[in-house]
Structures are given as C-alpha cells and as structure tokens.
C-alpha cells in the first residue's frame, strides 16, 4: 500500500484527493471519495449561502463515515461572499480538513487551527507555497500549467514545478494538473509529492453531479482541446475549447476587456453546461488531463485502478528495471 505524509496528515487511505470544484463538488461526488480511501473537498460556495452549506456536509455525513473536507475559495469581488460566516460553519460543523484557494489564506488559518481543522492551500507557484507554510498551513496542493481552472500566470508545467517546490518545503504537498492514472501518481511521488489532487478525472465518473454529456465530451477529448482565457487580464483560466472559449479569446486577443465577455463567462451560463448538457451553453473547467481519460467509471473503480497501477509501477516494474541494469553491468557466475 502506498503510505504517504499526506495520508497521515488527512487520515486517509490513499495519497489522492479531489479538490474543489465550482458546481461539481457535492455531498454525492465527495462521499463516493471517501468511501474510495481519498480525501474530497466539498465546495462552499456551490451553496448558495451558509446555511446551505451545513445542509450539505450533513448531506454528506449520511453518504460516509470516512474523512472528507471543504473547499473555500477566496477571491477578491466587489460583493464577496460571507466568508466568516462559511468559515464559522465548517469550523461549527466539525470538518477536520479545509482546503482553501484563492487569496492568501492567513487569515483564516488560525481560527481554522483553535478549532482543531488543518489547512490544505491550492497554490500555483513554488513562493506561494513557500508563503502558506510560513503562514501556517499544513499542507500545501501546487497546481502545475496543466491543470484546469486558474493555473497562475508562471506557465511552469509539473515536471518542473513538483520538484522546485518540494526541495523548498518542508510540510506534505500534492501535485495537481495533468494527473488521472497510476503512472502520473508514481511520477508525482518520484518528483517528491506527497500525492496527486484530480479534478478532471473526478469529473469523468459515475458519481459526478454533471451531465452525462459533459463526461462523454471529456472522453472524447484530446490535450489539445481546451482554451487558455484571460490572459491578457493576467487572470488565466485553462476551460474546454468550445464556440464560447474561442470567442472569448478573440475577443481579448483583439483588445478587448472584461465587459466585453462579461456576459458569456457568466458562471450561470457554465452551471447550465453542467446541469443540462449544453456543451456550447458557456465556459466550463477541464484540464489537459482529459487526453488520459477515456472511461466514465465509478470514483472506487477509479481509484482502486490507479492505486494499484501506481503500486505495480512503484514495487515492481521500476525495480526491475533497476534490476536489469545491476544484472547487465554484473560479471558472468
């Protein structure tokens, strides 16, 4: 069995998790998580308000008995969210685990931490990473130029970003963007991970509360089919590539502002792409890890295939290539 800090950290089984996600991140999805052996993030401000919230991880509590937590994600709006009072019922409803995103969390931690609740922080460069363990937070989830939603402005893929921020951490961290097998968790662990975050691959499965065509355009998909918006408003966003994307980054690409694509961004119009299928309806996360996803299984069917493939790769093929080498360079008996 593959035993990592994380694992320890979170009380969990396998060193996976599934990060928040706008829409997506439901009593039904994460329940499913959990009873898997990972850790899932219910996602606050899918609820409408706080309250809703409580209802939700009540929701979820009745699914499992097994360990799961919730997403906060804070951003800077003209009319933000009562995030005190989000906070206030997480803390209240015994959670043990908040992952936050967004800004930077350190105002949060130690009210999070009087009240016994760890802090996993989704950053997108190694010195935000490096500040959220300073600030406090127990782990942290760095996201490389893969992943879906919001990949920072850096452009630094995994490969390069994993090992840069593990040689400066010194609390557990998990890798997310472009991770949806066995052999993308063995190479996270390699680079120095502590585990894998998935969003896309959590996307694509049975228990996932989105359309089923939105799991069969994501099987249909290749890496190449997303789109990377708001660049030139230095808020990048990778999204699936559809008339409503492209639109958007010719509109931007051409000079324009956010006024000027306000409307077909609007994060209604992404939940009815999610709700009812409307693959054109607006924008909607995925990540290039799509390219590796071509079933629709259950989230236990995913997990057990990927824990077991990175198992096989780790305690098997690897060392036997190691083997092979010794046995090569070794003199005949």
């Not at 995913?302 to 198992?311: C, H, K, Q, S």
Request: with cysteine; charged share 25%.
């Amino acid at each position: 069995m593959l035993t990592t800090r994380f694992c320890e950290t979170f009380g969990v089984e396998h060193p996976i998790a599934q990060g928040g996600m706008q829409w997506v991140g439901r009593a039904e999805l994460v329940a499913a998580v959990a009873e898997a052996g990972a850790l899932g993030f219910l996602t606050a401000l899918t609820q409408p308000t706080p309250e809703a919230l409580d209802a939700e991880i009540r929701r979820c509590r009745e699914m499992t008995d097994k360990p799961f937590g919730v997403n906060l994600t804070i951003l800077p709006s003209i009319t933000p969210p009562p995030y005190d009072e989000y906070r206030r019922v997480i803390i209240e409803s015994g959670v043990g685990v908040v992952e936050t995103a967004g800004s930077n969390p350190a105002e949060h931690i130690p009210e999070f931490h009087r009240a016994g609740v760890k802090v996993l922080h989704k950053c997108t460069s190694v010195r935000h990473a490096v500040k959220a363990e300073e600030v406090g937070a127990d782990a942290v989830s760095i996201d490389g130029f893969e992943c879906a939603g919001h990949p920072g402005e850096d452009d630094v893929p995994g490969l390069v970003l994993i090992p840069a921020a593990a040689r400066r951490l010194s609390i557990p961290m998990i890798a997310s963007g472009g991770f949806a097998d066995g052999r993308g968790l063995a190479a996270a662990l390699a680079l120095g991970a502590d585990g894998v975050n998935m969003g896309s691959r959590f996307l694509c499965t049975v228990e996932s509360p989105v359309h089923r065509r939105v799991k069969e355009r994501i099987v249909a998909g290749t890496e190449k089919d997303t789109e990377l918006i708001f660049r030139s408003l230095r808020n990048t966003a990778r999204v699936a590539s559809n008339t409503v994307s492209r639109k958007v980054v010719e509109i931007l690409d051409g000079g324009g502002a956010f006024p000027d694509v306000r409307e077909l961004v609007a994060g209604a119009r992404g939940r009815k792409v999610f709700e009812e299928g409307d693959l054109e309806a607006g924008i909607w996360s995925v990540g290039l890890a799509q390219g590796l996803i071509d079933d629709i299984p259950t989230v236990r069917e995913a997990v057990d295939r990927i824990v077991a493939e990175a198992e096989d790769l780790v305690s098997r093929r690897l060392p036997a290539l190691a083997g092979g080498v010794r046995g090569d360079a070794a003199p005949p008996a």
